[in-house]
């Protein structure tokens, strides 16, 4: 139960993560 919750939260870290250097990607193409 401990693995699904770290793996879930290491999933929305990383989601997070790449977003904002999809964003920061963005803005350095502007």
Known sequence: M???IF???LE???I???R???YR???DDT
Request: hydrophobic residues 35%; proline residues 0%; aromatic residues 16%.
């Open 12 to 14: 929305m870290i990383y």
């Open 20 to 22: 904002n250097d999809s």
């Open 25 to 27: 990607y963005d803005q």
């Open 16 to 18: 997070d993560y790449d």
């Open 7 to 9: 793996i879930d939260l």
């Open 2 to 4: 401990i693995q699904v």
